[in-house]
């Protein structure tokens, strides 16, 4: 026994980040292609006695989970969401939570609008069609798409990833509007420098006036069902829709509704409800002239997620250490320890 204290990695994730914790800790990596199942993930932790959890999206970290060993003292997660974990429960337990704000808003912006392009320029639909051998001649109407400069975008979220997803607006010539819990005038004025004049203004303004519209919304209780049947007719039928907040923020069987209706004209989803979406799940069958779809990969750059790792692990080590975490979910959420 080295007496050094164990932190336990839900994932195999990349290698910096586990050197920085292998300077002080000893490290456990359950190394499957899929996440420990909860009670695995239990027993794993009991077993090594672990005193840090290194955690992901993936991962449903719950009373039970906090309780498994007895040495917990700190959970660190690879991402900027937290809705997986519990941190009321967290608190009560004395367990600082840490989290990785603002290293993937770029990377995260840049997926966005590579849904965004695909879906308006149609670009799975055109991969199948060459790769199908469909590709006889250039045709006058042939894949044809719809355009995105000069059209207007509606962010709804305002935040670190809303607003560099904005801000790519800006080479597009877009009309930008936005809704927010309030007038972000701090992002409204980041944005007016690129040129931007983004408007604040209600969801349901938001939603009708938008050719396309993009989710950047934490999931939490009042974000949970936001984009239902009410919303989705009120985008029409020209619209898209990019998803690259939560898969709970759109009420999943509404959105498949409005696509087999043709009340809208596209959804483009990084993130489902449930996720992973099963192979045989009914909304597949929309993919791709109206649905396209990626499985949350979002911030999966190599630079990105090199970044959250050890950012992770650097929450981690302070967690352990007793000092403040440089970025804890639990001080962002406002819950107290
Ligand atoms: P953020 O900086 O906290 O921004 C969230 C924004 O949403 C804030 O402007 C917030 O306003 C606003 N908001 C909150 N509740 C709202 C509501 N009910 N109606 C309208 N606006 C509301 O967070 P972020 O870093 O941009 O990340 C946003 C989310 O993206 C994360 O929580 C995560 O779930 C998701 N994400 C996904 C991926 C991926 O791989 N696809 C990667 C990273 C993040 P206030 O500040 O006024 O509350």
């Known amino acids: 026994m080295t007496g050094r204290q164990t ?25 499957e292609k899929t996440a420990p199942p ?79 392009m695909a879906a308006a320029r149609r670009v799975t639909e055109a991969d199948h069609y060459v790769h199908d051998g469909e590709w006889e001649t250039w045709g006058p109407k042939i894949l044809l798409g719809r355009d995105v400069f000069d059209a207007t975008l509606g962010v709804v979220g305002l935040g670190s990833i809303g607003t560099a997803f904005a801000r790519r607006a800006a080479g597009f010539d877009m009309d930008v509007c936005y809704t927010a819990t309030e007038p972000k005038e701090e992002c409204e004025a980041e944005l007016a420098e690129y040129g931007i004049d983004a408007e604040f203004c209600e969801l349901d303004d938001l939603l009708e006036r938008s050719d396309y519209v993009s989710l950047h919304v934490p999931l939490d209780d009042e974000t949970a069902g936001l984009i239902g049947e009410h919303e989705l007719d009120l985008m029409g039928e020209d619209a898209v829709l990019v998803n690259t907040a939560r898969g709970e923020v759109v009420d999943t069987d509404a959105l498949e509704a409005a696509l087999e209706e043709d009340r809208i004209r596209h959804a483009a989803l990084d993130v489902t409800d449930p996720e992973p979406l099963p192979a045989d799940h009914s909304l597949l069958d929309y993919a791709p002239e109206k649905l396209t ?15 959250m790792a050890v950012m992770t692990a650097d929450n981690i080590l302070a967690g352990l250490r007793g000092e403040p975490m440089p970025n804890s979910a639990t001080e962002n959420a406002g819950v107290e320890e």
């Open 293 to 307: 779809i990626a499985p949350h990969i979002g911030s999966a750059s190599v630079e990105t997620r090199t970044e």
């Open 38 to 116: 909860h009670d695995t993930l239990v027993e794993e932790l009991a077993e090594c006695e672990a005193a840090a959890l290194f955690c992901t999206v993936s991962d449903v970290v719950d009373a039970e989970v906090l309780d498994a060993s007895p040495a917990l003292e700190v959970v660190g997660t690879m991402s900027v969401g937290y809705d997986h974990v519990d941190l009321e429960a967290a608190a009560e337990r004395d367990i600082p939570v840490g989290y990785t704000p603002g290293v993937l808003s770029e990377t995260t912006a840049d997926f966005g609008w590579a849904l965004l």
């Open 7 to 31: 932190v336990y990695l839900t994932r195999d994730v990349p290698q910096e980040g586990i050197d920085r914790l292998e300077e002080e800790c000893e490290v456990v990596v359950w190394e």
